[in-house]
């Protein structure tokens, strides 16, 4: 061989050998590139990984939060509806209770507790100071006349109830602590004491402008002395005229000794402006005058005075 010849075999040997190691170094970088690269890939899939999962807890957490809130939400709204139902139908009952003059044990158990609520939350207050408001805004319009023959009815039962409605603490205590309430006495005082001087409020107002006030009571003749003494030791004084059954008028039916009555001041010349009271019984029939006011009251049975 020429030595042209093993010069060139020389060179191709070693640019072979030069193209294996720069082959060889070339796919060694490309394994350690490679190494990296997967390396790097792990890295951000273990990291996606723990962030899918700080997310996936985070989603089931306020999913469970929202479930519990819904859930403790419709509770509360079917709260609100079974108290809602249970007040309507109280409430219709006690319009019944008074048409029929329902006796005290008649009452369901649920209306007593929402009786002792619906003081106790204060609505019992605000109903009756609306209505007293109410009245006066009525007569803030209107003057007595000058022949004093206009005349405002007002049922002081409302004031001396305490000797029928609300005396019988022992039976109230029973019935009430039966049906949950803490402190029914008090609550039942209280709404009577409230009463007493929202009404003496108004009575007195009245009669410093003039009007004439007549007195109505369910009570029978015989307990004058006793009533109009008790009248002015609570606070009324100067009424025209008090007004109590007859022992013929103690088998009528309260509503209609009360429009017999109205009726028979009609026909005396007496112009009623107004009646005023709690209890529909004195609210209806004939000779009412130009409005009647009827005053709140947390709960209704047999008003009706029994005979002594």
């Known amino acids: 061989?020429?030595?042209?010849?093993?010069?060139?075999?020389?060179?191709?040997?070693?640019?072979?050998?030069?193209?294996?190691?720069?082959?060889?170094?070339?796919?060694?970088?490309?394994?350690?590139?490679?190494?990296?690269?997967?390396?790097?890939?792990?890295?951000?899939?273990?990291?996606?990984?723990?962030?899918?999962?700080?997310?996936?807890?985070?989603?089931?957490v306020t999913l469970a939060v929202m479930l519990q809130s819904c859930e403790s939400r419709s509770k509360g709204v079917v709260e609100i509806e079974k108290a809602?139902?249970?007040?309507?139908?109280?409430?219709?009952?006690?319009?019944?209770?008074?048409?029929?003059?329902?006796?005290?044990?008649?009452?369901?158990?649920?209306?007593?507790?929402?009786?002792?609520?619906?003081?106790?939350?204060?609505?019992?207050?605000?109903d009756l100071n609306f209505m007293i408001s109410m009245i006066e805004s009525f007569f803030d319009t209107i003057s007595p006349s000058d022949n004093h023959l206009d005349a405002v009815l007002m049922d002081i039962d409302d004031i001396l109830a305490s000797n029928h409605t609300y005396s019988h603490q022992s039976m109230h205590q029973q019935q009430f602590n039966q049906y949950g309430s803490n402190k029914p006495s008090g609550s039942i005082e209280d709404a009577a004491n409230l009463k007493h001087w929202r009404i003496l409020e108004l009575y007195v107002k009245l009669k410093s402008r003039g009007w004439s006030l007549i007195l109505l009571s369910r009570k029978p003749e015989r307990?004058?002395?006793?009533?109009?003494?008790?009248?002015?030791?609570?606070?009324?004084?100067?009424?025209?005229?008090?007004?109590?059954?007859?022992?013929?008028?103690?088998?009528?039916?309260?509503?209609?000794?009360?429009?017999?009555?109205?009726?028979?001041?009609?026909?005396?010349?007496?112009?009623?402006?107004?009646?005023i009271s709690s209890q529909l019984d004195a609210l209806t029939g004939s000779s009412l005058g130009k409005r009647v006011f009827k005053l709140p009251k947390p709960l209704h049975y047999n008003s009706q005075t029994p005979t002594l």
């Open 1 to 60: 061989m020429s030595a042209y010849g093993h010069q060139m075999e020389r060179e191709f040997s070693s640019q072979s050998l030069l193209s294996r190691e720069d082959t060889e170094s070339g796919s060694q970088y490309v394994l350690e590139s490679g190494f990296y690269m997967k390396s790097f890939a792990a890295t951000i899939f273990i990291a996606g990984l723990l962030i899918v999962g700080v997310l996936l807890v985070t989603l089931i």
């Open 223 to 275: 307990q004058r002395n006793v009533t109009a003494e008790q009248l002015k030791a609570v606070g009324f004084n100067g009424w025209s005229s008090l007004i109590m059954r007859a022992d013929s008028e103690m088998e009528m039916e309260t509503w209609e000794y009360f429009r017999t009555r109205r009726t028979a001041m009609k026909e005396e010349g007496t112009q009623i402006i107004s009646v």
């Open 84 to 126: 809602s139902d249970s007040y309507h139908y109280c409430k219709a009952f006690a319009l019944h209770g008074e048409l029929n003059s329902l006796e005290e044990p008649e009452i369901p158990p649920v209306c007593w507790n929402l009786a002792i609520q619906y003081i106790e939350g204060g609505e019992y207050e605000r």
